[in-house]
């Protein structure tokens, strides 16, 4: 029932900026927290960042912080990810992932946390 769908990658050169969006349908979209998560080739998954259903709330991985925003619409029960500063590490898979429970947000830096995946999008960074 849960469907995610991510757009916005591409390529662009280090320093440049990307917004990433994630459409969702199936449910009630503003009762859950929501994350990004992203995969280099020969690398673990790694978090991003996170935001609790209200949206008052963030995770920040450690490698994007003051860098990359999460947020989210509920009306348009839509997530989003703008990238600033563009590093070629930032390059891989990016993934939009959502939990089946709601109004949890305590363990959301964990991939464990969420039962739904995206397909996800491709982000190439050029230095």
């Known amino acids: 029932q849960v469907q995610l769908v991510e757009s916005g990658g591409g390529m662009v050169q280090a320093g440049g900026s990307l917004r990433l969006s994630c459409a969702t349908s199936?449910?009630?979209?503003?009762?859950?927290?929501m994350g990004w998560f992203r995969q280099a080739p020969g690398k673990e998954r790694e978090f991003v960042a996170a935001?609790?259903?209200?949206?008052?709330?963030?995770y920040y991985g450690d490698s994007v912080l003051d860098r990359f925003t999460i947020s989210r619409d509920n009306a348009k029960t839509t997530l989003y990810l703008r990238m600033n500063k563009l590093k070629p590490d930032d390059t891989g898979v990016y993934y939009c992932?959502?939990?089946?429970?709601?109004?949890?947000?305590?363990?959301?830096?964990?991939?464990?946390?969420?039962?739904?995946w995206g397909q996800g999008t491709q982000v190439t960074v050029s230095s």
């Open positions: 935001i609790s259903w209200t949206g008052d709330n963030e």
């Open positions: 992932a959502a939990p089946s429970r709601p109004k949890m947000f305590a363990r959301a830096t964990m991939a464990s946390f969420y039962n739904y």
């Open positions: 199936g449910r009630t979209f503003s009762d859950y927290s």
